[in-house]
């Protein structure tokens, strides 16, 4: 997409988008930090620190060589640095990031979504059958292991991690087979393109939970990770599919809620849903609250 020169507060070149910021703003200042990372790479260096606060996240009991150990092993397989597009100046790298609620349900955003250079879904975010309110592109798929789905030739995947086994499973998930256990059923092998698979970087998720949410919940869901890997790598982001239904659960837009209880899990859903509203308020992601 291409349209008018407005600086952007991200970026020191003025900026392309349709939806550039003309103004910085302290709330934002304060939270966001370009220079963390968002993923992995054969070269990055990890600090122990940030390792030990991953680590409690589930229960990881193995230790910093370990985790060193199985990223050298991750490296030989997988692409050394991720597949990200550079800002261009004269060029606007729009995205948007589709969470899964079930307020897309006669939203009619599928065309809306569809027509973004980055179209980033999560989990089991399907799109066969439901295309009208939700499009049918997908360049991102965000998951971990008990969330994992097949994907196609052309799709990127994205790998939260929140232990060494979910590093250790997308090793064997792509080659031989995983066989260990974890606290819900999990795909043994998965198809993707081992080209495009990047892996989120755990000092990102820490900076996520500490920077943007003051630490409150156990961690971020992995919809807000992604709405802030967005805004670290996209020029403009549109975020879709956020939003508990009326009794505050977060419900799914292919089935019908399976716990009334649920609500937002260990996650700080309220204070989610409030830091995406302001980020929308201070115009720096375009919010599109469905149906
Ligand atoms: O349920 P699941 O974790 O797969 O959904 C992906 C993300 O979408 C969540 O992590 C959450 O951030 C967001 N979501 C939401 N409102 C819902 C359902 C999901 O904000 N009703």
Redesign the pocket.
């Known amino acids: 997409m291409i349209s008018q020169n407005i600086f952007h507060p991200l970026d020191p070149e003025p900026c392309t988008c349709g939806n550039c910021l003309a103004e910085n703003d302290t709330w934002f200042l304060q939270r966001i930090n370009q220079s963390v990372e968002p993923f992995l790479s054969a070269n990055y260096q990890l600090s122990e620190d940030a390792f030990n606060w991953w680590k409690i996240l589930q229960e990881e009991k193995r230790n910093f060589s370990h985790y060193r150990e199985t990223l050298d092993t991750l490296f030989q397989i997988f692409p050394n640095s991720p597949d990200l597009i550079d800002p261009r100046p004269q060029e606007c790298r729009s995205c948007a990031v589709v969470?899964?609620?079930?307020?897309l349900i006669r939203s009619h955003y599928g065309p809306l979504i569809d027509f973004h250079d980055t179209i980033i879904r999560?989990?089991?975010?399907q799109t066969k059958g439901y295309e009208s309110d939700v499009g049918n592109r997908t360049t991102h798929r965000i998951m971990y292991p008990e969330?994992s789905t097949d994907l196609d030739n052309t799709t990127r995947l994205v790998l939260f991690p929140f232990k060494i086994q979910d590093l250790e499973w997308l090793i064997k998930a792509m080659t031989t087979g995983f066989s260990g256990k974890t606290y819900a059923p999990i795909k043994s092998k998965i198809k993707a393109n081992k080209d495009l698979v990047m892996v989120m970087n755990p000092g990102f998720m820490r900076y996520v939970h500490e920077a943007w949410l003051q630490k409150k919940g156990r961690y971020p869901?992995?919809?807000?990770m992604?709405v802030l890997l967005a805004l670290h790598i996209c020029d403009e982001v549109h975020v879709f599919?956020?939003?508990?239904?009326r009794d505050g659960?977060?419900?799914?837009y292919w089935e019908k809620l399976k716990d009334t209880n649920f609500k937002?899990g260990i996650?700080p859903?309220i204070e989610?849903?409030k830091t995406i509203r302001k980020l929308a308020q201070k115009n720096k992601i375009q919010f599109y609250r469905g149906w």
């Open positions: 969470g899964n609620s079930g307020n999560i989990n089991h975010g969330s869901s992995t919809g807000f992604a599919g956020f939003g508990a239904d659960n977060w419900n799914h937002t996650h859903g989610e849903y």
